[in-house]
C-alpha cells in the first residue's frame, strides 16, 4: 500500500519535511511518488486537511 493526497490538499508543506524516504514533492497539491512510499503514514499523521490517504 501506498499513500496518495487528495484534492483537500492546500499545499502547506507539512507532510513534506517528515516523509522519511524524501517522496514527497510541492505543486498546486503536493504528489506522493507511490513507487518509493513505505507506507508509515507521517504525512497523514501531520496533515491538517487530512488529505494523504492509503491507496
Known sequence: MAYRIDDSC?????CQ????VD?????????IDEEKCIDCGACASV??????KEV
Request: with cysteine.
Open 47 to 52: 496533515c491538517p486537511t487530512g488529505s494523504p
Open 10 to 14: 492546500i499545499a502547506c508543506g507539512a
Open 17 to 20: 519535511p517528515d516523509c522519511p
Open 23 to 31: 517522496c514527497i514533492s510541492e505543486g498546486d497539491i503536493y504528489v
